[in-house]
């Protein structure tokens, strides 16, 4: 009983988690087309690129989580 409550509590799933994965992948689109772009905006780039990261490190803390 013990091991199966505390395998219920120790789930932190909540509903906000799903749209941290989708803001993660707009990033990352996002970044993609900026690369892509013909004229380059090098703070939006830069911008993009530290936003992504601090998106993928918040996804592994938050899937290791579950």
Known sequence: MYIAEE???AST???FD???IIFTILIAIGLFRLFKAPQKNV???G???VSLAVFLFI???MI???
Request: proline letters at 5%; glycine letters at 10%.
């Open 13 to 15: 799933f909540s509903g």
């Open 7 to 9: 395998a219920e509590q």
């Open 47 to 49: 911008f993009a690129i």
């Open 59 to 61: 996804d592994v803390i």
């Open 18 to 20: 799903p749209f941290v």
């Open 43 to 45: 703070f939006a780039i």
């Open 64 to 66: 290791k989580g579950w």
